[in-house]
Structure formats: C-alpha cells, structure tokens
C-alpha cells in the first residue's frame, strides 16, 4: 500500500497535521452537529384523526441519527466519508447540504457548495434533453441564462448532439446518466458534496467518473464524497472519517478508516453467521476428547477477531480429554470464502509423538504462522484425531468451528498476500 | 474536535428554508420550473394548448346554452363575455390552488435530493397558472369586441385585481401545500370549497339577479374577495351594465373587507408555509 501511497501524490496532498497548520478558513466546518429524527408510531395523516382524537398524541421513537457530529475541511481537500448502511453518513451530507436543519451544532460552509445526492435532479421523462439540462442546472445553482450558454458543451460531454430534442423517455438509461454526469460537472461550486453517484452506470462510465474527480481534486476544489467504497476512498481521499450509529469512530488517515470499516462490516457479518452456524454444527468424532474452544490470537498474543496482513499471528484451541489417549493429533484446516484451503497444519510432520493424555486432562494447543492470507473471512475447522493405519481417526472435529477476518487495505484477487518488493530500474 | 474555534467563520448555515438565502436563485428556480410546467402542458399532448384553452371554452358553452338560451337568463348586458371572464378567473384561481396542494408530495425526490428555496414550489405552481391566464383571457377580449364592445379606461384596473387575485392564491397556495404535506384530506377538503366556490361567486349569473332577490345576500356575497373581484373585473372589463364590488355593497370603505382577507391569506400562507419549510423534507 505505502507503494500506491506515494505514486498517488498528483493532487493536493494535505496531511492532518499540514490542515491544522494552515492559517487558511476551513471550506468546511461542522461544529457538534447533533440530528434525531422522530419516527412515528402511527402517524397521524388525517384531519379526521386529528378531529376525532385531539388529545392523543402520537407516539414516536426518537431515531439518533447524528450525535456530536465534527469535523473540518480544509480548502481543496478531498475528504471521505465512510460508514454503513444506517450509518448517518446520508444525514450528514443532507445536513450539509441544508436539505435538513440541525437540531444541535452549527455548520460552517465557505463558499458556494454544491449537492450531488442522485444524478439528474429534476428530471422530468416527457420533456427533451434541452429542457432536462436547463431544469437540471438551474437546480443545481446555474442561473437560466449561464444553463442556457453552457448547454453546448454539456451535451458535448454527454456525446448526445444527435439526441438534443428527444424526449428523455425515449432514452436509454445510459444516456440519461451521460447526461446528468455532464450537467452536473458544469456547475462551478467551490464545494461539491458527492453522495455515491459512483455507483451507477457501466465500468467504463465509472472510469469516466473517477477521471473527473481526479480532475476536480486536481483543480483545487473542495469535495465531500460519501461512500462505503473504500477502494475510491483510498484513491482519491486526503483524510476520511467513520461514522457508526451517528458518532465519528474514525477520523483522519484514509488507510486506517477504511481497516477499520472493514473490520467493522465484517466482526457484525462473522457474528451472525457464527450463530447461524451453530444451528447447524457439522462435528465428527468418537469423544474421547472434546475441542472446547478454539480463537485466533494477534501478534501479541491477544484474542482476537481480526488479523492483519503481514503479523505473527496464531490459532489455539482448548481440548478436554475424557479418556487416556496416547499420541493424538493436533491440527487445524483454514479456508477462505471460496472454501478454498489455506493452511492445514498439525503436529504429524513436525511433532507426531506428543505422549499420553489422561483423562480429564485439559490443554491448549497453538498454531502460529506469519499472517500472509489476504483481506477476507475465513473459517478454521479445529480436529484432534488418533493415527490409525493409514490415516487418522476423528476424536473430535469441529467444522468451522471459528472464524476470523483479515483486514488489510491493499485490494487484491490474490489468495495471499506474498510480501514483495518492486524495482524499476531504466 | 469539539473545540473548533468558531469566531472567524461567519454565520453558520440556517439549513433548508421558505426563501432561501438568495433571491435571484429563488427566483430563477420558480420561473424555470414554471416555464417548464407550462411547456409539459403545451407539448404534452397531441393538441396541446388547445386543450388548454378549450377548457373554459366549452364549459362556457355548455352553461350558456343551459342559462342564456334554456332559461333565457342573459338580460345582463354582455352576458357571454362576463361568463367567460368569470370561468377564466375561477380556472386561475382553482388551478392555483388545487395544483399547490399536492406540489411539495409530487415534488418529493427534489425536496429530499437537494437544497433550494422550498417556496419555488408552491409559487411556480402559481406561476404557470398566471401564465394560463393570460392566454385564456385573450378569447374574452376576443368575444367582447366582436360583440360590440369598446375598450375603455377601465380596462386598467384588471393587471390590479389580477394581481390582488394571484395574492389570495399565493397565500392559499402557501398554506395549502406546507399542510398537505402532514395532513392528506386538505385534497377532498379543498374540492369541496371550490366547488362551493363556484356556486357561490357571480360566475354562470350576475350579482344583478341575486340583488334582485336580496339586496342584503348580494352584499354578503361580496364580503368573499374571490366573488368580489370577479365582480369588479366585470364592471371594469364590461361597463357599467355590471355594477362596481363597492357598489353592491353600498359602500367604498367595506371594499376593504375583502382586500383586506386577501392581505391576510398571503401573510398567513407565508407565515405557516415559513415554519414548516425546514421539516419538509423530513416529513414526505
């Protein structure tokens, strides 16, 4: 990643200590911002209701969707904002925008800004692409007679001049993107607010997307994109943040808010599928000794739910022996989510003589290796067996019995994680 | 973090509003989702502004063959012309007001999608209706001349009671479109009083029958600014032959009754549509 880091450095690369530093106004600041949303109960939506019932009042749950909310851009910084879905990250930006008040907190903008929450604002399918833009831009901030001028060059972006006076009903879906993208990249705002308009349209308009924004940040501009694609977060963001259940958990360098946004998706995934695995546990074995527990620990020898790429890292399980058992086995299988196999180790190569257990004996075996497994979930089957001739013996095996997730920012289709080097030598 | 400094950084922002902070914004928004409100009529189906126009048009038709030839009513002195003037003047107000009080729902993806003065809504509804009039009312002028009608000074007073019309629909508008967003049967509610509205306003007969049967039910009628209006507009437009609003009632100072509803309206559309502005968007 550090790699990817620094050949990044085109735009204005600001650090967290060179934002505190700059004697410049913030283009952005949100000062405590605090938003409950009140969900009703039953909404009352009718006179009559309210005729006949004066003096209910209407129950309603109060919904935090921000809480204690602040942060500050600095001037042509790109910042990310991450979260899950639920997250508040949506009612941040639409507090941002001024499309919701805020009920505690004050947001401080300096200049113009401008929202980007969905593609083509203001749409209307029964009227042609000429009328969409104007109506489209002077949504967006443009007065008529600045939409009216630019609409050349818009329809040029789009690559639409043969389709000017077509009703845009009448248009592909893909068309209608070209045209919203085009629209709305015209509109000059020292402040744009971007929420995941990336997800739209084929890889190619993606591309073209990302080109922009890699354009926009060249130009100076300040932009807020919010998103839970942590891929764009750290291609283009200078800082980020992380929201769950309406706080900031994470703010700052975008490596580390995206570790741990992943690791947050992932621990609340591994929770409940360990759950619905338990249900169904597959277990072999004779039980003359039991896995009681099984964990994976950190470099530090800590329990965890999470590795990273690259530490020394171990597994242990916990065994009881309910019977004298001479020389078992020890051993466990990890696999990925394609339920490939990534370790099977045991102690038949390296230590296959361990001695007798009694029974009623408790013990812990630990398996440690250098974490070179790639960012994703995997799953450990713990076994002890008994050698047999010609194999081994289940005494007990219990299928993905643990689970754990790797976390490492660096995306890649590779299975591991080899550590490498590159020279570029000319 | 929560000991940013505040003090250099001006005015925080006042998050979604009525009017927004900049006029000129507010009003290119209305006038461009009024312009293209008007175009989808005028281009949107195969005849296209015909329609529009053949609206009052044929109701005009179907009434004057019922109260000017059926029941032979028409002693009135220009009798179609104050009929169409009246129809015209009803389907202003009733598209006005009927077509703000869904706006803010039908508008919702805007609403929640972006920032903008959330007035734009109500009043380019508003808007696209003024523009309907001044079409439709081109026929009325149409009518009177090639019935023998002249113009007249008097011709001047309409942009006034015009624009003291558009005042009352704007407040109605106001009103009836921030509350519809909380409370749906404003709609049926609405129907109704405009179709009370119709009966109960000088528009398929004139204030000289109903002075004919009470002097005192004719004065009452006036007290509505709707009905007053269109009575003045008919004196202003007609002649003499239909008496002046003030002159039903007897008296110029009580003009101010019904003037004085319209100012109300607008200041308490404004009012309530003010402090509903910034939950709209939260309660679609």
New interface residues.
Partial sequence: MRLGRTLKGTGPQTSLTAVSATPQRPAVVVDGVSKTFRLPNEQVHTLKEKALHPFRRAGSAPLEALRDVSLSVAPGEFFGIVGRNGSGKSTLLKCLAGIYAVDNGAIYVDGRLSTFIELGVGFNPDLPARDNVQLNATMLGLSPREAARRFDEIIDFAELRDFTDLKLKNYSSGMEVRLAFSVMIQVDADILLIDEVLAVGDAAFQQKCFDEFARIRDSGRTVLLVTHDMSAVQRFCDRAMLLERGRVVEHGDPERVGTRYLELNFSEKARSETSRDADAEIRFGDGRATIEEAWFEDHAGARTEHLVTGEHVAFAARVRFADDVDDPLFGVNLVNDRHLPMLSASNLWIDPHPGRFHAGEEIVYRISFVNLLAAGRYHATPAVARQASGGAAWIDRRERFATVVVTGTRGSDALVELPYEIAIER | ??M?D?S?????????SALGSDP??FW??T???AV?DF??RFF?SALGYVWQLMRPLLLFGVLYMLFAVVLKLDDAPYYPEALLLGLVLFTFFADSTRGAVGSLVARE????????PRLAVPLSVVLTALFNLGLNLLPVFVFLLVDGGTPRWTWLELPFLILLLAALGTGLAMLLSSLFV?????DP?WEIVMQLLFYASPIFYVIQTVQDHSESLAKAFMYSPFAAIIQQARHAMLGPGHPSAANVMGSDVLLLVPAGICVAVLVLGYVVFDRRA??I??EL
């Fill in positions: 973090m929560s940013i505040t250099d950084l001006g005015r925080p922002i006042k998050g979604p000129r914004r290119h928004l006038q461009t989702m293209m175009k989808l949107g993806s805007l609403v929640r999608k972006i920032e903008f909380r409370y749906r049967d404003i509610i910034p939950l968007a939260e």
